[in-house]
């Protein structure tokens, strides 16, 4: 890669291979003709984008967020799947829009076409709502972390008891590399079968690309000082429906079975355009 006008100008099924670096270089120094351009690009031509090895890029996670080269066309971001962070829980919600086989098509702004009526599906992206109201109301069958089902009392140097303790973190991951934010309910103490949050004002989030922001929901256990993951899901902004909403959630290996089964949240959703 040397520069986007000699890009254009390779097959169509040629691919560049970005790492992450190279995108937050593009971001941090502002040069947003190269974004309209590598948009542009990916309208008919590949672009792979791989997880630098320089862990200084990002902390406390082993992976890079996914939706910031989506928010940029880019057909392929490969992830370290290693690990369960908060960036392979939005991977996986962006797969589950078609029942998580094959692929999802991208937003008809950043696709080309030539001839056809793409009318409608244009019209349903435009109309699509930029401020989500979300409140946690309650969960169901909370299971115990891994630490906690194997010992079966505390996993750090909490009160010793094998109850959890949940909190839900709600987070909006936006395009054009926009930082993640985050809203953490009130800690329901030693309540896992159906712990009570009923939030009055929960969280307003406000979406600059909603063709592409991811909203994640992930439980957690707190222990002392200590958190451990139970579940989470994401849904992809364009696939948010309003009013009582039951979230299923699934476990670090993204399945849904054994104890997982039947694990939920119940939240409030309201979208405004």
């Not at 040629?14 to 670096?21: A, D, I, K, P, Y």
């Not at 792979?48 to 320089?54: E, I, L, N, Q, T």
Request: with cysteine; glycine share 8%; charged share 20%.
């Amino acid at each position: 890669f040397r520069t986007f006008e000699k890009s254009k100008a390779l097959p169509f099924n040629h691919m560049h291979s970005f790492s992450e670096g190279m995108l937050y270089q593009i971001y941090k120094k502002g040069e947003y003709d190269k974004m309209d351009d590598l948009i542009r690009f990916n309208k008919t031509h590949l672009t792979r984008v791989f997880p630098s090895k320089h862990q200084v890029l990002r902390t406390g996670y082993q992976n890079y967020n996914p939706v910031l080269p989506w928010s940029l066309g880019c057909q392929v971001a490969s992830m370290n799947q290693q690990r369960c962070d908060a960036f392979v829980i939005a991977n996986d919600g962006r797969f589950r829009v078609n029942g998580s086989c094959g692929y999802v098509l991208k937003p008809e702004s950043m696709i080309e076409r030539k001839g056809g009526d793409i009318s409608r599906r244009n019209k349903a992206h435009a109309n699509l709502p930029r401020q989500w109201n979300i409140k946690i109301l309650s969960g169901y069958n909370l299971p115990k972390p891994p630490k906690k089902a194997v010992s079966g009392g505390s996993s750090g140097s909490g009160s010793g008891s094998s109850s959890i303790n949940p909190f839900v973190k709600v987070t909006l991951y936006d395009g054009q590399n926009t930082p993640p934010v985050v809203h953490v309910t009130e800690t329901i103490e030693k309540n896992g079968l159906n712990p009570v949050w009923h939030e009055i004002d929960g969280i307003l989030f406000k979406v600059k690309d909603p063709s592409t922001a991811i909203i994640s929901f992930s439980v957690w256990d707190r222990d002392g000082a200590e958190e451990e993951f139970i579940a989470g899901a994401a849904i992809p902004v364009s696939c948010m429906r309003q009013g009582y909403r039951s979230v299923s959630l699934f476990d670090a290996n993204h399945r849904s079975c054994g104890s997982h089964a039947y694990t939920m949240l119940l939240a409030h959703i309201d979208g405004r355009s």
